[in-house]
């Protein structure tokens, strides 16, 4: 070094000592508390107005409630006949909250703040561990401020327990690498095996993907021959099994009756984990709707709400603002890591390799995967990146402020570049809307150009280097954070809870475009039709609240919300099968879905059933199966369509729920309209504003008893 090289260095040095030695022990402590307390906040707020998030979930919560099978095994309806889409881990925490608090939609979304807000304190362990105190700080911040993890935080969708426990196996790990060569690296590792698999019973093969990160780190930075690495990575790898397919083992050999799993083929787990929640998600197969066929072609719901597949998904039009803000600064963070790694920029102590490892192949794998997945994509499964994102980030701050301490003089030029992008990228996305808080752009661009200039500065300029840091900071998460604080309620989201999303609710399914007055006007049919060609069927709600077709609703679909409020024609419905089904065990079943049937669950306490899952396409119940209720007198009433519609639409014409409908058609009879007091004329106004399943009357009532 030269003697001015060596001044600076020194100087440098004494400036963070000096810094370091002032700050109060308490320091650290208090930020963390704060950080928790704005995660609380902002995933909390308001939770009492935001209705029941996703109803088709909030409607299997107090099903099961019901009865300890329905509990196992997540089931949809309270007669056990289907269960819901995924397997039931995240919805446990809702079933027992709302047994201490009573069903209510805040007590279903209470665990999904605690679990968020856990999250949070996980990942500073985490990043503690790995990089130190200020680093883990710092990326309980961006986490915490991630948009997209904060719209789903406020719902009750899986996502949340899901990213709890993936971070949590990443502590687990990390702990794992630190505590080797002892028997509690052993034991650490199987840990995050196990949390693994409690992942996976969460959102099945989702959960899976973070698994090349966490070996890939475990074989960089464990100790002992590559034998022994491997070793312990197989006896790992038997928990992660074991915890993941205990669930589907226990569905394929339960010995009695149990529900149909939602979503597959055969009525199986097995077919839901490699179909519907596995390979159907990536390669698109009958765009991931079980044994639907598919809902829209090629063109179908794979791009309807995150945009077409390609290695751009991630900072299209409907998911930039939900993730991408940081993932600039990522890549550079994954570059800076390598080349110093390589040896070609060295200066200061490195973080340890194992963390980069871990979060930056997170990262790629996860994001090439959302990135290029042709099957059904919500912008908020990219929430799963937000651990990585922050962590890297983080690692930025940290790599290139020990650089400069050392005497590099590329650290903050190369702090300056990355926050430069990283404000332009953030106008860019922020102008693709600017009826919505565009002045936002211009506020970010200022201090992002006054936080270039103070790093530029503060290479001749030492003293300017926590305030440059700060300013840096303060650039980079401005534009998120401003996102994540304006997240909407569930009733004011474009999708409610089906589909939640943070920033402008134009941008919510995925086209960008406005939908103004609650809908487009179709194609063929008169349906709401979604971006990327997917007609949604006549009758079906669009988001504004309004149907997108005729006067007629067949089957009564309810939007892809769900509403959650009978309408006074379905009371009128479901009082009359009450008072006729004679003690049946099943009071109604109403075709058309899952989504037909919630709002019937949660405000009644009436044995409804939604034919078909979630769209309507599974084969449960079967044409045996009415045959079997309606001679044994088990059901009477089923609420259907008109000559077959609902079924044509949901499958084709040979699928499940077209047999069922023609099965109605044929063994079933029409119940007049007058008879439940039902006008078969005009439409019900207040109803349809409402939200509500049917919109405007239209729906046929069968008689099903036995001739």
Aim: net charge neutral; charged share 10%; hydrophobic share 45%.
């Amino acid at each position: 070094m030269t003697p001015t090289t060596e001044a600076h260095v020194t100087t440098v040095t004494r400036l963070y000592d000096t810094d370091r030695a002032v700050v109060p022990r308490w320091a650290p402590q208090a930020a963390l508390a704060a950080i928790l307390l704005l995660s609380a906040v902002l995933y909390g707020w308001a939770l009492g107005s935001l209705g029941w998030g996703n109803s088709y979930y909030s409607a299997a919560v107090k099903s099961m409630g019901q009865s300890w099978t329905n509990f196992l095994f997540g089931s949809f309806d309270p007669a056990g006949v289907i269960t819901v889409d995924k397997p039931p881990a995240a919805l446990w925490p809702q079933v027992i909250s709302s047994k201490i608090f009573g069903m209510h939609g805040w007590a279903l979304l209470l665990p999904q703040v605690v679990e968020g807000v856990a999250a949070v304190f996980v990942l500073h362990r985490t990043v503690r561990r790995w990089a130190g105190e200020g680093t883990a700080l710092l990326a309980a911040l961006v986490m915490t401020l991630t948009p997209i993890t904060v719209a789903i935080n406020r719902d009750n969708n899986p996502d949340t327990l899901l990213v709890l426990f993936l971070v949590s196996a990443a502590y687990a790990l990390t702990r794992a690498l630190q505590s080797q060569p002892d028997r509690r690296g052993t034991w650490w590792l199987c840990a995050c095996g196990f949390l693994i698999g409690c992942g996976f019973l969460t959102k099945m093969m989702v959960a899976w993907m973070v698994l090349p990160a966490l070996v890939a780190a475990w074989l960089v930075g464990a100790t002992g021959s590559w034998l022994a690495r491997i070793g312990r990575l197989s006896i790992a790898g038997a928990v992660c099994a074991v915890s993941s397919l205990w669930w589907v083992a226990m569905v394929a050999w339960w010995p009695g009756e149990r529900p149909y799993i939602g979503g597959s083929t055969d009525g199986g787990a097995w077919d839901l984990v490699t179909g519907y929640n596995g390979l159907g998600r990536i390669f698109g197969e009958s765009d991931s709707l079980g044994g639907a066929g598919g809902m829209g072609g090629s063109g179908g719901m794979g791009g309807a709400f995150g945009g077409e597949s390609g290695l751009l998904r991630l900072f299209n039009e409907q998911v930039a603002g939900q993730i991408s803000w940081l993932l600039p600064a990522s890549g550079v963070a994954l570059a800076v890591a390598v080349l110093r790694r390589r040896g070609k920029s060295s200066a200061g102590r490195a973080l340890a390799g194992s963390g980069w490892v871990l979060w930056g192949t997170w990262l790629v794998v996860c994001g090439l995967v959302y990135s290029t997945q042709e099957g059904t994509f919500h912008p908020y499964y990219t929430t799963q990146l937000a651990p990585a994102v922050a962590a890297l980030t983080a690692g930025l701050v940290t790599g290139l402020t020990r650089a400069h301490r050392a005497g590099a003089c590329w650290a903050l030029p190369v702090g300056a570049g990355t926050v430069l992008v990283t404000v332009v990228w953030a106008a860019v996305v922020i102008r693709r809307e600017p009826s919505w808080h565009g002045w936002l752009a211009w506020a970010v661009l200022m201090v992002g150009l006054l936080a270039v200039g103070l790093l530029i500065a503060a290479v001749w300029t030492v003293r300017l280097v926590p305030v440059a840091l700060g300013g840096a900071v303060l650039a980079i998460l401005l534009a998120p954070g401003a996102w994540a604080m304006t997240v909407p309620g569930g009733s004011a989201s474009a999708m409610r809870g089906t589909n939640p999303t943070a920033g402008p609710t134009t941008m919510s399914f995925g086209g960008g475009g406005s939908l103004p007055g609650g809908g487009n006007s179709g194609g063929a049919g008169g349906g709401f039709q979604l971006p990327g060609g997917v007609q949604l069927p006549q009758g079906m709600q669009t988001p504004g609240g309004s149907d997108g077709g005729g006067a007629g609703a067949p089957g009564g679909m309810g939007g892809l919300g769900g509403g959650t409020a009978l309408t006074s024609d379905q009371r009128k419905i479901l009082d009359y099968a009450t008072e006729h089904s004679k003690g049946a065990r099943m009071t109604l079943a109403v075709e058309g879905g899952a989504n037909g049937a919630a709002s019937f669950i949660l405000d009644s306490d009436a044995t409804v059933i939604g034919m078909g899952g979630f769209i309507g396409s599974d084969n449960a119940p079967s044409v045996q199966q009415l045959e079997e209720w309606t001679k044994n007198g088990e059901l009477r009433y089923v609420l259907g369509s008109e000559s077959g519609s609902t079924g044509a639409m949901m499958g084709g014409t040979n699928g499940a729920a077209s047999k069922r409908s023609d099965w109605v058609g044929q063994n079933c009879t029409k119940v007049p309209a007058e008879e439940y007091g039902v006008s078969t004329t005009g439409s019900d106004d207040d109803d349809q504003g409402s939200g509500g399943m049917m919109g405007r009357t239209g729906t046929t009532l069968y008689d099903c008893a036995a001739k």
